[in-house]
């Protein structure tokens, strides 16, 4: 049984950083993208970033780029999203998405943990 499960999230002061994880377990991920998306309230789910499990490239959402970093650590089977600068308008649930297709539409996205709060104040 696949499980993503992430956690990192909180509280932070605008300018702060904050580090989520997502474990990933249950099945071997090696042909996998692994996303995280965020959902705020009253909008949709988007796309944060992306990065292949075999060959460690990496995408963005372009509001995101320079301010964020994703990398897995393959060993323990975990993704991170670093996150820099932090806004009020980062304010959202943070979730852990796996996909074998290199897509940016959580559509294609097969597994999802069940989120993690980011709140920044201003």
């Known amino acids: 049984q696949v499980q993503l499960v992430e956690s990192g999230g909180g509280l932070v002061e605008a300018g702060g950083s904050l580090r989520l994880s997502c474990a990933a377990s249950?099945?071997?991920?090696?042909?996998?993208?692994m996303g995280w998306f965020r959902q705020a309230p009253g909008k949709e789910r988007e796309f944060v970033a992306a990065?292949?499990?075999?060959?460690?490239?990496?995408y963005y959402a372009d509001s995101m780029k320079g301010r964020f970093t994703i990398s897995r650590t393959n060993p323990k089977n975990t993704v991170w999203l670093q996150m820099n600068t932090l806004k009020p308008e980062d304010t959202a649930v943070y979730y852990c998405?796996?996909?074998?297709?290199?897509?940016?539409?959580?559509?294609?996205?097969?597994?999802w943990g069940q989120g993690t709060q980011v709140t920044v104040s201003s």
């Open positions: 998405a796996a996909t074998l297709r290199n897509s940016r539409k959580s559509g294609d996205y097969n597994y």
């Open positions: 990065i292949s499990w075999w060959s460690g490239g990496t």
């Open positions: 249950g099945q071997t991920f090696d042909d996998y993208f």
